[in-house]
């Protein structure tokens, strides 16, 4: 079996990003980009697969500008067979995503997709269950366990009410949460190894998805703060100015 | 005109309030608002839909195999409905985020997550970078509009004097069987509901252990108060998973936040940004939480903690 992973580069999660004066967007000139955690879990939980003998090959998938190749070596140095590049200038959002993701599905006819649930950019929590849809098969989203067997994936999924398990049918699409696993470290004779793993470059138009039904993004802003609040000696002052708010 | 639909959320026959917050926020884009239960016994919750002010109309749909909210098996039955709509909104919850996806690429359009505020039917505000940015993004004219709500953004509506109609509906559409559903381990207590409680008390990775968290459950028990965890806590195993509190896990707005041994991570922090009123103790006046908290109080959480919970019962 093949997994694809969906791997995207972020800006890194240590970075507090800030939002250009002309609201024009945020500022990424020059910060540090990683992988976005989400998706290293999910490589990670691929390759945990093909350890264990369940899967053959785990192939991850970018979608992004020509410099891209650089994160992909990251996910072939974790130890991906090979990746595809799926090349565009542009932004790409959820829907666009999941329809280049949905063309590669078809042409590399994978058992399992693994995606993390969110990019930690857009906070979009979409691509998966798109893809799942348009793909027509099963989705379990936020899975914290994976299981697979004879055919079928058992996933525990972390949702409001607490743990719920699903029984899906393979070929299906996993989103991942963070205690799904950890991801292993690179190590440096991994990163030698990683540049004679193949890259496969696909222009997004020749895949047959043409960017479209879009967000429209007109305006970014600073989110309003929060005054600064006072600091209290003791539990008694505390409980005072609860009380005076009338909070207790 | 315009005319939106909620897909209810709803659990062991009740109707969750993230439900009745979707309503505000529909009530902002204006029109009709229906809301559609999809259950295998929706009459009481559909019911329950319908006493919300702001209700048009409460459509409930009897099948047995909506007994349980899965994405696959709800999403072709909303999008049956869709064409009759502008709007199609359901809560920002685990719920929400893991079918609305789904309908909107079945209806090939985007999907807005976490809708903040309305600014018109067409503009919405929702949060990025875990909601260090905030985005105005306007959907595609003459599209349906898909969305999720932030729920935290948006009170609960109120009770209607006078209770909307429910039709009763059947949907016509295959429904697959791929996805089954097994179980659900519930950390359900006694305890107010973490996503919609007024007080919260939350502890961090400062706690040490899962047998010392029995100092927050006291003064949450105290305080009428849901307890609620860091991603820390949660991680180091002291709490069930459904405890946490921030980017990733829940994003909560109660009237009281107290947080115990948390240094207030940036994804902990937008969890909680809409709390009325923000409490930390922590022993490092250095930590983060502090610059966000109303009130702060350095020292021994293990001696304050007991202390406070005296002075308050």
Redesign the interface.
């Known amino acids: 079996m093949k997994i694809l992973v969906g791997y995207k580069r972020v ?1 890194d ?1 240590n970075v ?2 800030q ?1 250009k004066p002309d609201g024009s967007g ?1 500022a990424t000139e020059g910060v540090k980009l990683s992988p976005n955690p989400f998706d290293e879990i999910a490589l990670e939980e691929a390759l945990r697969l093909r350890e264990r003998g369940v899967a053959s090959e785990v192939i991850v998938v970018g979608i992004g500008p020509a410099d891209l190749t650089v994160h992909l070596r990251n996910g072939l140095a974790m130890g991906a067979n090979r990746a595809i590049h799926v090349v565009t200038g542009d932004a790409v ?3 666009t995503a ?1 329809r280049a993701l949905l063309k590669l599905v078809e042409k590399e006819q994978p058992g399992l997709v693994i995606l993390g ?2 990019a ?15 793909w ?7 899975a ?1 366990k994976l299981h697979i067997d004879a055919g079928k994936a ?1 996933v525990v ?13 393979l070929p ?1 699409v996993v989103t991942t ?3 799904l696993n950890e991801p292993r470290f690179i190590k440096l004779p991994d990163i030698m190894k990683s540049k004679s793993k193949p890259i496969e470059a696909l222009e997004l138009a020749a895949l047959g998805v043409e960017p479209g ?11 309003p703060k ?11 002052e ?2 005072a ?2 009380k005076n ?1 009338g ?2 | 005109m315009n005319k939106t639909l909620i897909v209810a959320e709803h659990h062991d026959g009740k109707l969750n309030p993230a439900t009745a917050r979707c309503v505000s926020c529909a009530q902002r884009i204006g029109g009709d608002i229906d809301v559609l239960v999809l259950a295998d016994a929706p009459a009481a919750v559909a019911a329950a839909a319908a006493s919300l002010q702001g209700v048009s109309r409460v459509l409930s749909v009897a099948n047995a195999a909506n007994v349980h909210a899965l994405a696959a098996v709800y999403a072709p039955q909303v999008k049956a409905l869709a064409a009759d709509y502008t709007h199609l909104l359901a809560p920002s919850t685990t719920f929400g985020k893991d079918l609305m996806p789904r309908v909107a690429a079945l209806l090939g359009v985007a999907q807005v997550s976490d809708l903040m505020q309305v600014e018109d039917a067409q503009h919405f505000v929702r949060p990025i970078y875990a909601g260090n940015a905030l985005l105005t993004v306007a959907t595609p004219a003459g599209q349906t509009v898909v969305a999720t709500v932030r729920t935290a953004s948006w009170p609960e509506a109120a009770a209607a004097t006078q209770p909307a109609p429910i039709e009763s509906r059947s949907i016509d559409v295959a429904l697959p069987t791929h996805t089954r559903f097994i179980g659900l381990e519930s950390g359900a207590s006694d305890r107010p509901d973490l996503q919609s409680a007024a007080r919260v008390v939350s502890g961090g990775r400062a706690l040490g252990s899962a047998d010392n968290f029995k100092i927050i459950y006291a003064l949450a028990d105290t305080l009428g108060a849901a307890v609620g965890a860091s991603r820390a806590a949660v991680d180091a195993g002291y709490v069930p998973s459904d405890l946490q509190v921030g980017q990733t896990g829940k994003i909560i707005a109660p009237q009281l936040y107290v947080a115990i041994g948390i240094s207030g991570a940036i994804q902990h922090l937008t969890g909680i940004k809409d709390a009325g009123t923000i409490v930390a103790i922590n022993k490092d006046a250095e930590a983060p939480i502090f610059e966000i908290a109303d009130f702060g109080l350095v020292g021994d959480l293990f001696k304050l903690v007991p202390e406070l919970q005296q002075a308050l019962a």
Do not use: C, W
């Open positions: 800006v999660y507090r990003v939002v945020v959002q959820p829907l999941a649930k969110q930690i950019d857009d906070d979009n929590n979409q691509t998966g269950q798109m893809l799942a849809a348009l027509d098969r099963p989705q379990a989203t936020f914290s058992r999924r972390e949702v409001d009410a607490g743990l719920e398990t699903l029984e899906i049918d299906a949460d963070l205690r039904d879009h967000l429209e993004a007109t305006h970014y802003a600073p989110p929060r005054g600064k609040g006072v600091m209290v000696k003791d539990v008694a505390l409980v100015a609860l708010k909070l207790v």
